[in-house]
């Protein structure tokens, strides 16, 4: 599997942006997908999943309100609709692909995507 994000950018504090991640491969929609971000200084940290069917989802204590998982299979396509942006958001968000949602929750997925980064302005 291979992950392609986007739609980072500069935003406002209190502003939102949607993350994408595009998947390649026939099999995208047995996969559980993932998000994970790394501020300026610090280790990559988990930050929301999604089960294969869309119907479970997980967030980090952090981002739970805020931020929003969801996917399109039909599309291969996971998304991360982030709000009410801090200035402690400001990372790089990586998606990630595991066969199981455990397995991201623990920060320990089978692929990778690049990152996409989030900057926001106080």
């Known amino acids: 599997v291979q992950l392609q994000a986007s739609g980072g950018g500069l935003v406002q504090a209190g502003g939102s942006l949607r993350l994408s991640c595009a998947a390649s491969g026939r099999t995208f929609s047995t996969y559980a997908m993932g998000w994970f971000r790394q501020a300026p200084g610090k280790e990559r940290e988990f930050v929301a999943a999604v089960s294969w069917t869309g119907s479970s989802t997980y967030y980090a204590d952090s981002v739970k309100g805020r931020f929003t998982i969801s996917r399109d299979n039909a599309k291969n396509t996971v998304y991360l609709q982030v709000n009410s942006l801090k200035p402690e958001d400001v990372a790089v968000y990586y998606c990630?692909?595991?066969?199981?949602?455990?397995?991201?929750?623990?920060?320990?997925?089978?692929?990778w995507g690049q990152g996409t980064l989030v900057t926001v302005s106080s």
């Open positions: 990630a692909a595991a066969t199981s949602l455990g397995s991201l929750v623990t920060g320990s997925p089978d692929y």
